[in-house]
């Protein structure tokens, strides 16, 4: 038992991982990987992300892999519609800065609570880094997006869309 705790914490401190759960349910807490339903590797390049739209499950467990390839720092926020523009104003109130270097997580803010007091999932990627961000698609949810909500990445097509299937 103290290898495995001594193990998740040394991973901890080495990674820029953030997990997080859907924004309408499930628990905050580290998925194994028999938890994980599939992975998506993304790209966030300067002012763009690919894959531009996802098909998720509802209840399906991704595991997000996002490189940033640009010269920005880039965050990826999952949301629906309001909670990504009620973020990106707080963002532009702080000046677009996370305060914490762009290494995982948004330490150095809260993130814009979502419908039914839960926070959105994120993760920031700083230039030329590789973050994760492991997620459980809502059940109850029809539209949500994910998006950079830095100043200006937005407005300049730094979102997608998440559709759901069945």
Request: overall charge negative; aromatic content about 6%; hydrophobic content about 35%.
């Amino acid at each position: 038992m103290m290898r495995k705790t001594l193990l998740a914490l040394a991973l901890g401190l080495t990674t820029t991982t953030t997990f997080a759960a859907g924004e309408h349910g499930g628990s905050h807490g580290s998925e194994s990987e028999a938890d994980i339903d599939r992975t998506i590797r993304f790209e966030a390049g300067d002012m763009w992300f690919d894959p531009e739209r996802l098909d998720i499950v509802p209840g399906e467990t991704i595991r997000f892999e996002i490189v940033n390839t640009g010269n920005l720092e880039h965050e990826f926020v999952i949301g629906d519609a309001a909670a990504q523009e009620e973020h990106r104003k707080m963002m532009l109130e702080m000046g677009g800065s996370h305060g914490d270097g762009g290494h995982g997580s948004h330490a150095g803010h809260d993130m814009a609570e979502g419908e039914h007091g839960s926070s959105m999932p994120a993760v920031t990627i700083a230039p030329g880094e590789t973050a994760e961000l492991v997620w459980t698609a809502p059940e109850n949810v029809d539209d949500l997006e994910y998006a950079c909500n830095i100043p200006g990445h937005y407005e300049a097509g730094m979102y997608g869309d998440i559709d759901f299937q069945g």
